[in-house]
């Protein structure tokens, strides 16, 4: 189980990185005159995404879950696909990129990258890995957990996103 331990923390690491891009592109987006909305729902995404590290690590360990390697392996592709379309994500919106929702009047809209095939495909990202990650070795009811409570959270901040977007000008991006 010690490589689980270790994937799972390389994922927190991950959460650590992101949290770090995201505070740079705050201050950039604060300093073109960005503004801030659905501030009340990002405690709840900080303890959901905590809580799915934590769980999967604890499910692990205390229900003795197996790593199956079929299925295993297959989950751990995943994890690293849904890695590579956050970053992706990242790179495309640059400075833009927030844990938060900020948008910047008179930007324009972001169409390309993984945007041109998706609204919020970083969300895909959030919704795979989430999934995935706990099924690498087989917590299932972390996986299911996750799942349920991020289909809520999104439905939140998809509509927060969406809101903001729209009364933007021009559809600047968050």
Not at 58 to 83: K, Y
Not at 140 to 159: D, K, P, Q
């Amino acid at each position: 189980m010690w490589w689980y331990t270790a994937l799972v923390l390389a994922v927190g690491f991950e959460r650590v990185a992101e949290l770090l891009v995201a505070r740079r592109s705050a201050r950039w987006s604060l300093a073109r005159g960005g503004t801030e909305t659905g501030r009340g729902h990002y405690p709840a995404m900080v303890a959901l995404h905590t809580g799915l590290l934590a769980g999967a690590l604890a499910e692990t360990a205390l229900a003795g879950r197996p790593f199956v390697p079929a299925f295993g392996w297959t989950m751990v592709g995943v994890v690293v696909a849904a890695q590579a379309l956050r970053w992706w994500c990242i790179r495309t919106l640059g400075p833009r990129w927030n844990t938060r929702v900020i948008v910047v009047p008179g930007l324009p809209l972001v169409t390309g990258g993984p945007y041109r095939l998706l609204r919020h495909p970083n969300y895909v990202a959030v919704a795979a890995e989430g999934l995935a990650l706990p099924l690498v070795h087989g917590a299932w009811v972390t996986a299911l957990a996750f799942t349920g409570l991020n289909a809520v959270l999104m439905a939140v901040r998809i509509r927060c996103e969406n809101t903001a977007l729209g009364a933007a000008p021009a559809g600047a991006p968050a």
